[in-house]
Structures are given as structure tokens and as C-alpha cells.
């Protein structure tokens, strides 16, 4: 299975910008996806195919990459996107996860 | 577009639990359907696809255990989970591709449903 490696925690400031990274173990092309999960609330999708904004997302948050490195900033970041970051790739098979990034705000 | 699971609870080993979502809001009939599971304080773990003409498949660690199937009439997903193990504790929660293929994204999710597997 392709394994998904990303940092397991950041801390950063209101209004900074973050940017958490995923690590594939094989190429994804762009068949990476971005998941926010709030403490005891299911995820939900903010990034597909890489850089596409799922709608209903704000603008701050954006995707990068290819192959087997890619990247989700925030910029600024706000209080209300303390969560757990997921990525998840498609394109081998089985779909799997990150063990996902904690962001903490300061 | 809403998704409700339901019929989890407290279940032995071995025994076996059958899990539903129903759906709303969008054309059941039309979208390829996941289960996707987290253990308490895990991670996300992907666990079955059914397609909009019901072909399947399965992570490894359910495969022959887990049965994902549908019914288009009832809007409704359903996830038969049989021999259960320790290991299989989680929430399960269902999830609409966002397109009709296989590696879509999961564009929407359900509340999810406690399964605890325990003697």
C-alpha cells in the first residue's frame, strides 16, 4: 500500500501562514486530497486533484504538488482551523490516509 | 446532500453487526459509495467502494469479512460486518464520491456510527 507521511503536529499564530506536508512512498500524480477533521466531527473535503478548491472552502486554503510531494497552506490562518489535516491519495491502490497533522493555534 | 449512519452498538467477537446509511439531498442511484473507518484517537482508515452499478471492493484487512452492498429503491448503503475482531472497533462512517469513479475524493461524509468490539 502507498504510505502517506505527514508531520504530526504545528503550532502557529493567528493571521501566519502554514503550510503542512504530505509525503508519498510512491507516485500519486495528482491524485491527492485534502481532509479537515474538528474534534468529534467527521472530515471534510478542502483539496482535490492536488489544487482544486472544493466549493464552500475558503480561498485561504490551497494545494500544491505532484507525484509524491504536496503541500496545503493556509494564508492567514485563523483560529477556527484548529483541526486534524488529512491527506489521502487515489491513485494506487487502495485509497490510503496520512495519520494526519494537528494544528494547533498559539 | 445528507448521510446518516446507523446500527452500531456493542458486539462481541465473532459475532457480526450490520451497518446502514441513508442518504438524501442528491441521486443515490447515480454516485459510488465508501466505507471509511477510525479507530478511537486513529487515524482514517478506507474500508469498502460500491460503484453506482454495485461492483465492490475491499481493504485486505476486511476482505471476506465485510460485505458493502446497496439498495437504490431505499437510497440506502448498507456495510455487513461478520467476524468481528477487537481490531475492527471504530467509527464507520459512509461516504459519497464526488464523481462516479473509483479514486474520486470522499466529497461527503457521514456523522458515523460506533461500532466496539468487545467481550
Known amino acids: 500500500d502507498t504510505v502517506l507521511t505527514q508531520s504530526p503536529a504545528l503550532a502557529v499564530s493567528p493571521g501566519e501562514r502554514v503550510t503542512i506536508s504530505c509525503r508519498a512512498s510512491?507516485?500519486?500524480?495528482?491524485?491527492m486530497h485534502w481532509y479537515q477533521q474538528k474534534p468529534g466531527q467527521q472530515p471534510t473535503l478542502l483539496i482535490y486533484l492536488a489544487s482544486n478548491l472544493e466549493s464552500g472552502v475558503p480561498a485561504r486554503f490551497s494545494g500544491s504538488g505532484s507525484g509524491t510531494d504536496f503541500t496545503l497552506t493556509i494564508d492567514p490562518v485563523e483560529a477556527d482551523d484548529t483541526a486534524t489535516y488529512y491527506c489521502?491519495?487515489?491513485?494506487?491502490?487502495?485509497?490510503?490516509f496520512g495519520a494526519g497533522t494537528k494544528l494547533e493555534l498559539k | 446532500v445528507q448521510l446518516v449512519e446507523s446500527g452500531g452498538g456493542l458486539v462481541q467477537p465473532g459475532k457480526s453487526l450490520k451497518l446502514s446509511c441513508s442518504a438524501s439531498?442528491?441521486?443515490?442511484?447515480?454516485?459510488?459509495m465508501h466505507w471509511i473507518r477510525q479507530a478511537p484517537g486513529k487515524g482514517l482508515d478506507w474500508v469498502a467502494y460500491?460503484?453506482?452499478?454495485?461492483?465492490?471492493v475491499y481493504a485486505d484487512a476486511v476482505k471476506g469479512r465485510f460485505t458493502i452492498s446497496r439498495d437504490n429503491a431505499k437510497n440506502t448503503l448498507y456495510l455487513q460486518l461478520n467476524s468481528l475482531k477487537s481490531e475492527d472497533t471504530a467509527i464507520y462512517y459512509c461516504a459519497r464520491s464526488l464523481m462516479d469513479y473509483y479514486s474520486s475524493p470522499f466529497a461527503y461524509w457521514g456523522q458515523g456510527t460506533l461500532v466496539t468490539v468487545s467481550s
Open positions: 489521502q491519495q487515489s491513485w494506487n491502490d487502495p485509497p490510503t
Open positions: 460500491i460503484s453506482s452499478s454495485s461492483g465492490t
Open positions: 510512491e507516485s500519486v500524480s495528482t491524485l
Open positions: 439531498g442528491f441521486t443515490f442511484s447515480s454516485y459510488g
